[in-house]
């Protein structure tokens, strides 16, 4: 392309030119498009700005032993691992960070100590003995370390400092056949981790702390809340008076409940932190933890028939003749009144999480859901052609299932309300309902589905 000016001449622009233009749109693509992903990010979690704000802000207070020439006097080069030990040790919850730091600080002055006894050992044998005894106690300490991590109880909570107790031994154990004043040398190191951790622990402590324990509660309330709202999708727009011929496929009612059955691995994180923090807001030292981890077991399982569910709704044809409409009217409503009487026992145990009270009106709605599936269970066992029935029979069967581990789900939390004296009216002395463990047969509503 060529444009002409006012002397005659002509300007012609480079063939580079469109090229040039769309590399440059691509690119304020791309950045728009990641500024608008950071922007996301922090709006899900607002807390994640105050963290990065945090570890910033301990790395600069630990920097300090490093710019202020009398500190650096006293601690030399080893101030450096102040500064590691903060980039290592800084962690997103309180219990996390609780963990590793009380992790590296005791395994480091463990592995020091017996470090520093090592070497005070080995040099008993000479020039010769020292090394070959040296290398003896790193191998025994070293393996010895290391298997003990495959113990379940020490995987779980103390993984991370074994890990720095094999790293810390072996560089101190290592290099005191080299070094000189070894003592002062595993005091320095020891003495700038421990500035470390506590500079770590201050941060996040006492700067806009982030609880596990608290993510550990709102996580279960929240789960509760997702199975209600499952319940109450079906007994509406599947059950219900407003169920129409539509597909059911891609309702979003139908979809809440997966996050519930992938939920183990955060709830086993936040747990195994959350019995690291000290006693904060409303939850007193030593919490019942542990119990929300049955919950969570109890509310999976309740998860899984509810994915069973939605996999026989959304693929299973209906089938149904226009015989046994009474029959068919009567498994319709008990199985409305189920899910309905399930949703608000879910609801209510998730408002007793929640505001930590006892939840004394779910057993009402509890009660109400067996009592109707006692009714369909009658129903299904006199003699009657189901095979006219089967596709909401089928939908009954897996609805009484739910209203089990309703009944599961109900226990648990009142176990938990009884641990943690949740506030009540009424004082909470056992669960009225058995919580179900692992591996045991829940007490079970037998509905014959005969085709």
């Not at 789960?223 to 109450?232: R, T």
Request: hydrophobic share 45%; with cysteine; aromatic share 8%.
């Amino acid at each position: 392309m060529e444009v002409g000016t006012g002397s005659g001449e002509k300007i012609g622009f480079s063939p580079w030119w469109p090229f040039l233009s769309s590399l440059v749109e691509r690119l304020m693509a791309r950045v728009t498009g990641f500024l608008n992903k950071l922007k996301k990010i922090a709006n899900d979690d607002p807390r994640r700005i105050s963290h990065s704000c945090k570890v910033g802000l301990a790395l600069t207070l630990v920097s300090i032993f490093y710019y202020v020439t009398p500190l650096f006097d006293g601690f030399g080069v080893s101030a450096i691992w102040a500064v590691l030990t903060v980039v290592v040790v800084m962690e997103f919850t309180v219990g996390a960070t609780l963990s590793k730091g009380l992790n590296r600080a005791f395994a480091t002055l463990l592995a020091g100590f017996l470090a520093v006894g090592a070497h005070q050992i080995a040099i008993l044998f000479g020039e010769k003995g020292e090394p070959i005894l040296l290398g003896l106690f790193v191998f025994l300490l070293a393996a010895s370390a290391t298997f003990s991590r495959f113990i379940p109880e020490i995987k779980a909570r103390y993984d991370y400092g074994v890990t720095i107790f094999i790293l810390t031994f072996s560089l101190v154990a290592v290099s005191s056949y080299r070094a000189d004043e070894l003592i002062q040398l595993a005091h320095q190191r020891l003495s700038t981790i421990v500035i470390g951790v506590v500079t770590c622990l201050f941060t996040t402590i006492f700067v806009i702390p982030v609880w596990a324990g608290e993510d550990l509660h709102k996580l279960a309330a929240g789960n509760l809340d997702k199975l209600a709202s499952f319940l109450e999708g079906l007994g509406s727009e599947c059950l219900g008076e407003k169920m129409g011929g539509e597909s059911l496929e891609g309702k979003s009612f139908l979809q809440v409940h997966k996050s519930v059955l992938n939920s183990k691995p955060t709830e086993d994180s936040l747990c195994n932190f959350a019995r690291w923090e000290p006693g904060h807001g409303r939850f007193r030292f030593r919490h019942p933890w542990r119990q929300y981890l049955k919950i969570g077991a109890s509310s999976r399982r309740c998860a899984s028939y509810m994915e069973a569910l939605t996999t026989y709704i959304t693929t299973t044809p209906k089938t149904e003749s226009n015989k046994e409409p009474e029959l068919r009217l009567k498994i319709r409503t008990a199985c409305v009144e189920m899910s309905s009487e399930s949703a608000k026992a879910l609801r209510v145990l998730s408002s007793a999480i929640r505001n930590m009270t006892a939840p004394t009106s779910a057993q009402s709605h509890v009660a109400a859901a067996v009592a109707a599936s006692g009714e369909l269970g009658a129903a299904l066992s006199k003699d009657a052609d189901l095979a006219d029935v089967l596709h909401v029979a089928t939908i009954a069967t897996l609805l009484a299932e739910l209203v089990v581990r309703t009944q599961e789900i109900a226990g648990s939390v009142e176990e938990l309300a009884r641990l943690a004296r949740f506030r009540s009216l009424e004082p909470v002395t056992k669960a009225s309902v058995k919580p179900v463990a692992d591996g045991e047969s829940p007490p079970h509503v037998a509905i014959d589905v005969r085709e």
